[in-house]
């Protein structure tokens, strides 16, 4: 009897065991099949040159990796299509201590995004995304910048998908 209850049991417990888990499948129409993703405009004076064609990049990574969407070339062949212009790209100083001293300084990049779909209907979604990482100011920027600037566009794609998908 004690076999049964065991055999029960574990038949029970494997038999609610998920098939397949992740973060792949996300609410939008089923029309969606590909998505392109033009070069981001730059218009933020200091920006480094390699940030805008960086950033576009990530947030071609961060679609194909979190969506079952897939990357075309052609934007008339997506039936999403997502520019992109950098505005801003600044360093000001926070934390003020004695004699005017920064402790910390702030590395910030705002963006505005235009995302075209063409299916199920024609809509324009925009996403205005403003996003900073701060860092101690006796550091040396030069030093740390690809790395602030891969906090920042982590957080800046994340608004974009948010706005992407929230709204299906």
């Not at 998505?35 to 990574?61: G, M, Q, R």
């Not at 300084?105 to 925009?126: C, G, H, W, Y």
């Not at 800046?156 to 992407?164: H, P």
């Amino acid at each position: 009897m004690r076999y049964f209850i065991l055999f029960i049991g574990i038949f029970l417990l494997t038999s609610c065991w998920p098939i397949r888990v992740g973060f792949q499948d996300t609410n939008f129409p089923e029309e969606w099949k590909t998505f392109s993703v033009k070069t981001f405009e730059n218009n933020a004076p200091n920006t480094p040159l390699s940030y805008a064609p960086t950033l576009s990049e990530n947030v071609k990574d961060a679609i194909q990796n979190s969506t079952s969407l897939n990357l075309t070339g052609s934007p008339e062949d997506a039936q999403l299509e997502i520019e992109g212009v950098i505005n801003n790209y600044s360093i000001t100083p926070i934390a003020l201590q004695d004699g005017d001293q920064a402790a910390q300084n702030r590395l910030s990049v705002s963006a505005t995004f235009t995302i075209f779909i063409k299916e199920p209907e024609e809509d324009q979604m925009t996403v205005n995304s403003t996003r900073f990482v701060d860092y101690p100011s006796d550091t040396d920027l030069g030093i740390v910048e690809s790395t602030l600037l891969e906090e920042v566009n982590a957080q800046i794609v994340q608004d974009i998908i948010n706005k992407l998908f929230s709204n299906w």
